[in-house]
């Protein structure tokens, strides 16, 4: 016997579909259902089984069409209450209710009969359902609330970076302007000077070519007069005045010299070639990729969701926000934060903590051999680092006490830094100063030396007293300020050269550029000190110049960022630390 089965509500004769329609969220107020047979009523039933809308008056006419399945009819408002079994693939019109967990596959009863999933794990397919409901749930909860905002937040990202693209091509074009008005006045006072000179030379060589002129029309003169006496003469009876002219014919045969002024040449300088060099020109631009760059937002900060950068932006006036007046006698050299409320400092004699607050010394330090410190490093740890060529060693102060690291033969160390694995990288040069490289060290063992480029060709350069201040970006680049080669020098990870920045023109002072201590920050920039210009340069870690930082600096030598961007400027000769915030 066939079952039919219909559902229809208690009070199904006061129903009305159309209104029920028009407050169903899945039909528009403009589109109302009809009956998919007569095409004409309105739909008031549906058969969940073949998931086909009906009028109450084709309910009998569908279920007779297809008398092969149990067909469930509900009313309209319920529909897709009812679950679809999957039908078989092996067994035409036959309904699975258990699934095979080895195969992988809805079975029917026909199926469990059969050998073919003999011994294989079942389960019922409701039970399998609910745990793909519960992981298409999850999947839905985690797009919901960490996939979607995240990629709202690139959309917004993406937006910000794209006006501020804006922005500064706008404040670009409008520096070449005035630029270009700066030359139009600089190009109207030559024009204007060179037509001055011309017109005095004009002056000057007509003026003599009218006295030259003011001479000939004498001479006309003289012979007009010369030749009527002559007229005089011929024409009288008097023999004693033919006999007292005295004609001076000779004379006048003596021409005059002729003048030839030369005129000035005018010699334009070439337009095409040189005229955009002196004019100035555009650095390239480019466009990255990085495959890490976003990171999924989480409801609760992994280490790693915590350490992703926030994208900042280069204030376009840079601000000083504290000076601390250290206590050195002569010169202040290197400065090291330990905390966004202390720094270290080196200079003439010792080492020193000082509170960026308050300004006032906390701690002094003297080396082990009582010498000046050649660089000072903080590391993740907070312990103090400092390198001494005088004995040759890299030190740690732990607890105020000195305990040596590294003892180096036949090399001397220089300049140090701690990276973010907590290993030190160590710049040194050999006795003889032809050699210079730069050591990557785990505690005190060498896991890496950086000296030659892929051509053999040393990566710095040599001399007894030559600086390399170093620094680790954030892609893991290490960068040396190299100030004997006037160059900063990048490498990646691997020691491979990425570039060479040898500075901008035009600088602050119009100097050539002398790097000294260096630094990177969140954003991967690198900063470096050049003391010759009085002022920091800002790169990206692609080596293109962004900007400069002066705030009335003065000799600016060691540099450090602490954990919120602001960079601290050791200044050599005023023995001042500046903290300046140039990033929002």
Not at 59 to 81: M, Q, T, W, Y
Not at 342 to 359: P, V
Request: proline share 3%; glycine share 4%; hydrophobic share 30%.
């Amino acid at each position: 016997m066939i079952k039919v089965h219909i559902t229809v509500g208690e009070d199904s004769r006061h129903y009305d579909p159309q209104a029920d329609l028009m407050m169903d969220s899945r039909t528009s107020a403009q589109d109302v259902m009809r009956c998919d047979l007569c095409e004409t009523a309105l739909v008031q039933m549906h058969c969940d089984t073949c998931l086909v809308n009906l009028c109450k008056a084709c309910v009998g006419e569908h279920f007779s069409a297809d008398l092969s399945k149990p067909h469930r009819i509900v009313d309209v408002k319920d529909r897709n209450s009812t679950l679809l079994y999957p039908g078989c693939t092996s067994h035409e019109k036959e309904r699975c209710e258990m699934y095979c967990n080895q195969c992988h596959i809805s079975v029917c009863s026909t199926c469990l009969a059969s050998s073919q999933h003999l011994g294989h794990e079942l389960s019922k397919i409701l039970q399998v359902l609910g745990e793909k409901k519960e992981k298409i749930n999850k999947e839905k909860n985690e797009l919901n609330e960490t996939i979607y905002p995240t990629y709202q937040d690139i959309l917004s990202d993406i937006q910000n970076r794209m006006s501020w693209l804006e922005k500064k091509y706008g404040d670009l074009s409008t520096a070449i302007t005035k630029h270009g008005e700066d030359w139009h006045r600089e190009i109207d006072k030559l024009v204007q000077k060179l037509k001055s000179e011309v017109e005095e030379m004009k002056t000057t060589q007509l003026h003599t070519l009218q006295k030259h002129l003011d001479e000939v029309n004498k001479k006309i003169s003289e012979i007009n007069d010369e030749i009527n006496s002559m007229d005089v003469a011929l024409d009288s009876n008097d023999i004693s005045k033919v006999f007292s002219l005295m004609p001076n014919v000779e004379e006048y045969k003596n021409l005059p010299h002729k003048i030839l002024p030369s005129l000035p040449k005018f010699n334009p300088g070439r337009i095409q070639e040189e005229l955009s060099k002196l004019f100035g020109t555009l650095s390239s631009i480019s466009v990255r990729s990085e495959e890490h760059g976003y990171s999924i937002k989480t409801t609760q900060k992994s280490p790693e969701a915590a350490s992703a950068p926030v994208i900042k932006q280069l204030l376009d006036e840079p601000q000083t926000v504290t000076t601390i007046h250290t206590e050195y006698d002569r010169y202040l050299y290197d400065v090291a934060c330990l905390s966004d409320e202390e720094i270290w400092t080196d200079g003439t004699g010792n080492m020193k903590l000082y509170s960026i607050k308050q300004g006032s010394l906390l701690k002094s330090i003297t080396t082990r051999s009582g010498n000046t410190p050649w660089d000072i490093a903080v590391t993740n740890s907070g312990a103090l680092v400092y390198t001494d060529d005088s004995d040759r060693t890299v030190n740690i102060v732990k607890n105020e006490e000195i305990q040596t690291m590294i003892t180096l033969q036949g090399w001397r160390p220089r300049n140090v830094c701690s990276t973010s694995s907590d290993d030190l990288l160590v710049t040194m040069n050999s006795d003889d100063g032809k050699q210079y490289k730069v050591v990557h060290y785990s505690s005190s063992t060498v896991t890496q030396t950086i000296q030659f480029d892929d051509q053999g060709h040393p990566l710095y350069s040599s001399g007894d007293y030559s600086t390399k201040f170093i620094s680790e970006n954030r892609n893991l680049d290490i960068c040396v300020a190299d100030t004997t080669a006037k160059a900063v020098v990048v490498v990646n990870q691997a020691g491979k050269l990425r570039f060479r920045y040898t500075g901008h023109t035009p600088a602050p002072q119009n100097k050539p550029f002398y790097p000294r201590g260096i630094t990177t920050d969140s954003q991967s920039h690198i900063l470096t000190a050049d003391d010759n210009n009085d002022c920091v340069h800002i790169i990206d870690q692609d080596g293109q110049f962004l900007r400069y930082i002066d705030c009335g600096l003065s000799d600016p030598w060691g540099l450090c960022i602490d954990t919120n961007d602001n960079l601290f400027v050791a200044q050599r000769r005023n023995k001042q630390v500046k903290k300046i915030k140039y990033q929002r």
